[in-house]
């Protein structure tokens, strides 16, 4: 991963006003705030930088209002959630430019927190409009990206703004992207990656990605079984894709020409009906699943031999499920296989890195999120970097 700046780089910054991007699209129910983890990601940056009596303007998206002021989707709705967080004042400021965020800076202190309205309430955010850049920019001095979640949009808090004034990544960005960088980018071999999740289609990249640069692939979910019809498996009734067979076979010959190996269940969970612990439910091998059967997990000896290519390696990707896991028991594959993950990461022979929605879901109901080397909130962008696409919010900061 190319070099960027850090905060550590930072000079004197008291009294300096330091543009800050962080996330704060968070999850609200009945107007409360249900899950305050981006908050506290963004805690080191804005406590380092109040430290160091920056005046901390804070910059974030919140909801789609399509480039349109909307009172339901207003950061001033989670002004006290931070302000809970953070343990301190935060003053909302109702723009994100011109006289009205000027004189609120007159009005901070050294070390002093104002969060900024709704980034997407002006169309020019997403536009990545230059001249509203410059207008954000005419009231700070320097620009802090603490959002790797965001840093797949070209936007103007997000990309433009790095162009304008000096840009430095803050202590979250700096994590993501040097575990990141670990991962895949720079790794101890071997590399295994586990992918999950329902479909091939939404996963293609990653899949054709990974196979170029990883020793080891583990593909669980419905899209495995995409890949067990396109070895000519008969999936019963399961979710399979069977019109893209051909690109699966296709990843397979890329993969086989690359010399990664390719790690499908032999043994599977099928049941008649999708519940929680249905009467029908058994294990089998895979050339043995009913046409009135769907597979919804991965069987324990297929999970016991991943888990033994995974003792072979130094560095493990992980994104997505390998079953249907919101539903027992077909979260045991997953469960089982984190937790074999977690002891190899916690006893020092492997670097772990898992991202995306279900992933950190999945890590959480096994109980061993707290044991990976790394898990990313990041959904999108955590994709995008294992698709191997640009980020425009990262390559902005590099130096």
């Known amino acids: 991963m190319a070099n960027f700046r850090k905060l550590d780089d930072l000079g004197d910054v008291a009294g300096k006003v330091a543009l800050v991007r962080v996330d704060l699209n968070l999850p609200m129910q009945d107007g409360a705030v249900t899950d305050d983890t981006r908050i506290r990601a963004a805690l080191p940056t804005i406590k380092d930088l109040s430290e160091k009596g920056a005046k901390i303007l804070l910059l974030a998206h919140f909801g789609r209002p399509k480039g349109k002021r909307d009172p339901n989707q207003s950061l001033s709705l989670v002004v006290g959630e931070v302000e809970k967080v953070l343990g301190r004042?935060?003053?909302?400021?109702?723009?994100?430019?011109?006289?009205?965020?000027?004189?609120?800076?007159?009005?901070?202190?050294?070390?002093?927190?104002?969060l900024l309205e709704n980034t997407r309430f002006w169309p020019g955010e997403e536009a990545n409009d230059v001249e509203l850049v410059k207008a954000i920019a005419a009231n700070g001095d320097f620009y802090v990206n603490d959002a790797f979640s965001a840093a797949h949009r070209a936007h103007a808090t997000t990309e433009g703004l790095a162009h304008v004034l000096p840009a430095y990544a803050g202590r979250s960005m700096q994590a993501e992207l040097e575990a990141l960088g670990k991962a895949l980018d720079n790794p101890v071999k071997p590399v295994a990656a586990v992918v999950g999740g329902a479909k091939v289609s939404s996963k293609l990249d990653v899949l054709k990605h990974l196979v170029t640069k990883v020793d080891h692939l583990v593909i669980g979910g419905g899209m495995a079984n995409t890949f067990l019809a396109a070895r000519g498996v008969n999936v019963g009734k399961s979710l399979c894709e069977h019109d893209l067979t051909g690109t699966a076979e296709a990843i397979m010959d890329a993969a086989d020409e690359?010399?990664?190996?390719?790690?499908?269940?032999?043994?599977?969970?099928?049941?008649?009906?999708?519940?929680?612990?249905?009467?029908?439910?058994?294990?089998?091998?895979v050339h043995e699943v009913a046409q009135d059967e769907m597979i919804l997990d991965v069987g324990p000896s297929a999970v016991e031999s991943v888990g033994d290519a995974l003792k072979t390696c130094r560095t493990l990707v992980w994104n997505g499920p390998m079953g249907a896991f919101e539903t027992v028991p077909f979260d045991a594959a997953t469960v089982a296989l984190a937790k074999i993950?977690?002891?190899?990461?916690?006893e020092g022979s492997l670097?772990?890195?898992?991202?995306?929605?279900?992933?950190?879901?999945?890590?959480?109901?096994?109980g061993v999120a707290g044991d990976f080397s790394y898990i990313s909130t990041a959904g999108g962008a955590f994709l995008e970097w294992m698709e191997g696409r640009v980020l425009p919010g990262v390559k902005a900061l590099e130096i």
Do not use: W
Not at 89 to 114: A, C, H, T, W, Y
Not at 259 to 273: D, F, R
Not at 341 to 346: D, G, M, S, V, Y
């Open 258 to 285: 690359a010399g990664c190996t390719i790690h499908l269940p032999y043994e599977v969970v099928v049941s008649k009906t999708f519940e929680a612990n249905p009467p029908s439910l058994r294990t089998t091998n």
């Open 89 to 114: 004042e935060v003053m909302f400021i109702p723009e994100i430019s011109g006289d009205v965020v000027k004189q609120s800076v007159g009005i901070l202190g050294n070390g002093d927190i104002g």
């Open 341 to 346: 993950a977690a002891a190899l990461t916690k």
């Open 351 to 366: 670097v772990s890195v898992a991202g995306g929605g279900d992933t950190v879901a999945a890590l959480h109901h096994a």
